[in-house]
């Protein structure tokens, strides 16, 4: 993620990055570390002024600069939703198709050291629903890499990306797979002939990590890195499904009217023929998130709920016989916080 922030103030003149915290000097997670003295001027502190800010990016927009909007937390951009929704998302049809309005919004999601309700939102399908704004959740380093720096030089429109707080840290492996032909498609990321797992930015990890396990009780998932919420590649997901006959969608949000919704209407109406069993869903408990963490673990599902899930439905029966993990939370195996962010 630094790297591709980097490159993209590098690679753009006309690039800006602006937000809450940019500047300070835990540079949103190592994100923006040092950015704003390597490039000053173009790294912009701001008040507590969301709507504002996000109103001077779109003026920005609109003469010739690319802005980069940051919240550290994806709740602050309910404060420019007006912003978002009414304007950036519009404003090229409004205009018949004379004025565009590039622009990246980052937005962090996830749980950390126990914020609660108003401060661990995944609202990635809220922003999907509106067009015009395209929302993309990269999990991988050649998602992030290829899919920032295409919004960047390509992409003429409003993007935002949601990046799970728990990946900031993550020491990945360095990929050998070639660069895809469309950066914001979703991917393949495991293949398997049992069951289907439709995952979005943490839980596409938490998919691989049962999937590795689960393959030494002879089960095998194919994984789907779902990435472009806005646009899922249906072809991907239906070809999967004609060999694996079932289907997982795992999810960083609530479940109703979400993620996992969208992907379900998207079999139904497709061919639901090809599905061997009732879809089954992971995301967080229909409820606002609780602040002590005891009760956040059990709120987030975890590897131990995945895990179970998946051999429940391959096996067909609650008695699967696959020896189940202890409870460990996704915090305890990816981050442990302490705060303040």
Known sequence: ?????????????NTIIIGQGVTDFKGI???????????PGRVIETPLSEDAVTGICIGAALNGLYPINTHIRADF?????????????KYKYMFGGHFSVPMMVRMVIGRSWGQGAQHSQSLQSLFAHIPGLLVLMPSTPDAIVSSYAYAVAHHRGPVIMFEHRLMYDLAFNASQRPLVDDPFASRLEREG????????????????????????????????????????DRGLIMKSLAKTGRLIVADTSWLGYGVASEVCRIVAETDPTVLKAPVVNLGMAPSPCPTAKALEDIYYPDLHRTIDTVARLVRGRVDHGVPIPSHKSMSDFYKHFKGPF
């Open 77 to 89: 951009g309910l404060l420019a939703a007006n912003q978002l929704i009414n304007m950036a998302a």
């Open 193 to 232: 002939r049992d069951v289907t797992i439709v995952a979005t930015s943490i839980m596409v990890l938490e998919a691989l990590r049962a999937s590795n396990y689960l393959a030494d009780f002879d089960i095998q998932c194919e994984v789907i890195d779902l990435h472009n919420i806005s646009n899922p």
């Open 1 to 13: 993620m630094a790297a591709a922030m980097r490159s993209a103030l590098t690679d753009h003149i």
């Open 29 to 39: 997670f190592g994100t923006l570390t040092g950015l704003h003295r390597e490039f």
